[in-house]
């Protein structure tokens, strides 16, 4: 029998030294002193012990069964403090370590300039209407009073599609499509910013994408007056309180009159640098009184109704605005480029 038990310790010892969770532990516990354990037979046995013998054994049994009892105890406590070790050390934090740096995207300084304008125009009253690039020689040309021989389609390269479809060359056919979708005639303002295409080969001042703002105003009022003073707010937001504005004649053949529309150097205040050429004056846009025939084939009484048109592009004011010197680095992605223009 003593040896029995020496045997049964000696066991759970090499037992014990191969668990490694606390259920194999448990599962062990049961084994030695669980209601089926091998202490019951052990028990069984005695009775068949003499009773003289019978206190010894059964003081040897006891005494085994609280060795064993101190053992699982101690594995437990030791595998515990196994298992606290390793969390301590999976889930440490080394606060020394240089943090991960986020990378936050930021818009494209194009976006900026059209939010920047439309945020100017929304002020004005003007909602914001867009189109598809993919445009009918209809809308495109020849409701803006460019039919199918007028020489001046020649002022714009034109994408092709088929022989009635092309990439739009400007945002003015988003106007035809806002006074026609308006069937009661009532009056508008609207400004469409948008990309639009031209057969260009790409240079420092050209891209065969590139995007402008249109704008659009339609009432029984509007008059060259009203143009001009738009004109000069928009300019002195984008360019500064200071500045001035002039127009000069020009020809659209959706507009009459049309004028080209300068603003004061505002490198230079209007002296003369080498910014506008010593001019005094930059180019930003194109604007007009809607041309009578662009209003009545929209369905609108050119007797009862006027209004003015204006086309920016966008490129260009940013070009002026910030310095920029080649209209592709607007679109080669160098993130160089792009993030000098975060969040302004
Ligand atoms: N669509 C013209 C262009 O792309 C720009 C323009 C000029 C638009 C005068 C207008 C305008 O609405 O009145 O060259």
Wanted: aromatic content about 6%; charged content about 30%.
């Amino acid at each position: 029998m003593e040896k029995k038990l020496k045997g049964l310790i000696q066991e759970l010892e090499t037992k014990l030294a191969s668990i490694e969770t606390v259920n194999d532990l448990n599962l062990l516990k049961a084994e030695y002193l669980g209601k089926k354990s091998v202490f019951n037979d052990l028990m069984k046995q005695l009775k068949d012990v003499s009773n003289e013998e019978k206190p010894r054994f059964g003081k040897l049994i006891n005494e085994a069964k609280q060795e064993i009892a101190a053992k699982l105890d101690s594995a437990r406590a030791e595998l515990e403090r196994k298992l606290v070790a390793s969390k301590l050390k999976s889930e440490a934090i080394d606060v020394t370590l240089p943090g991960k740096s986020v990378n936050t995207g930021s818009k494209h300084l194009i976006s900026q300039v059209i939010e920047e304008v439309e945020d100017i125009f929304i002020g004005l009253g003007y909602t914001v209407k867009e189109g598809p690039e993919v445009e009918s020689d209809k809308y495109n040309f020849e409701m803006l009073n460019l039919p199918k021989d007028h020489p001046a389609r020649d002022m714009q390269d034109s994408l092709y599609i088929s022989e009635e479809t092309l990439l739009r060359t400007h945002t003015s056919p988003v106007q035809v499509r806002s006074l026609l979708e308006n069937s009661n005639q009532e009056p508008m303002k609207i400004i469409c910013p948008g990309k639009v295409y031209r057969k260009d080969d790409d240079d420092q001042t050209h891209s065969h994408q590139f995007t402008q703002v249109e704008a659009l105003v339609v009432d029984e009022k509007a008059n060259l007056a009203d143009l001009k003073g738009t004109l000069l707010f928009v300019a002195q937001k984008l360019f500064g309180e200071e500045r001035e504005i002039r127009l000069r004649p020009s020809y659209f053949p959706f507009t009459e009159p049309s004028v080209e529309v300068d603003v004061s150097c505002y490198k230079c205040g209007g002296v003369g640098c080498s910014m506008c050429g010593n001019t005094g004056w930059i180019e930003i846009l194109g604007a007009g009184m809607v041309n009578n025939n662009v209003l009545r084939d929209a369905g609108y009484d050119p007797n009862r109704f006027q209004g003015f048109a204006l086309g920016m592009g966008v490129e260009r004011i940013a070009i002026l605005k910030h310095g920029v010197d080649d209209i592709r680095a607007f679109y080669t992605n160098d993130l160089r480029f792009n993030k000098q223009f975060r969040g302004k």
